[in-house]
């Protein structure tokens, strides 16, 4: 089975999808931005702060996996998809993954994102 996407690898690229629209799951925060033609494309990004090596990358391969089910039917064409790891999203069932991967396209389908971040208040000197 090949997927329907292609994998952004440039970090220039997973800085143009944080300016896109944002969802944010328990599991996971998803970024979609239009990408000016390129297709469907997904990046995933798992900080360390989740754990180690083996366990970001086993909470990558779940992404990857979860993406294949659900990206090729309900990905926004021509649009740049990065998913966000967050604590917690590794212990969650796969089908609850799923479902909230689903709602997430949905939501950004219909250009409803969550509002943006707070800024972190800047260190004083």
């Not at 979609?32 to 798992?46: E, Q, W």
């Not at 998809?81 to 993954?97: T, W």
């Given at each position: ?16 999808a ?11 925060v ?14 995933i ?14 909470m ?6 979860l993406?294949r ?27 609850l ?29």
């Amino acid at each position: 089975m090949t997927a329907d996407f292609t994998t952004l690898a440039k970090r220039a690229d997973f800085l143009a999808a944080n300016k896109g629209l944002r969802v944010a799951r328990p599991g996971f925060v998803l970024l979609a931005a239009p990408n000016s033609g390129k297709g469907k494309r997904l990046g995933i990004t798992v900080t360390k702060k989740i754990g180690n090596a083996a366990v970001r990358n086993r909470m990558k391969r779940r992404f990857r996996a979860l993406a294949r089910e659900v990206l090729p039917e309900l990905g926004l064409a021509d649009t740049d998809h990065v998913l966000i790891g967050r604590e917690g999203g590794l212990e969650r069932d796969f089908a609850l993954l799923r479902a909230e991967l689903t709602a997430a396209l949905l939501r950004a389908r219909e250009g409803k994102g969550d509002p943006p971040r707070r800024r972190r208040p800047s260190p004083s000197r």
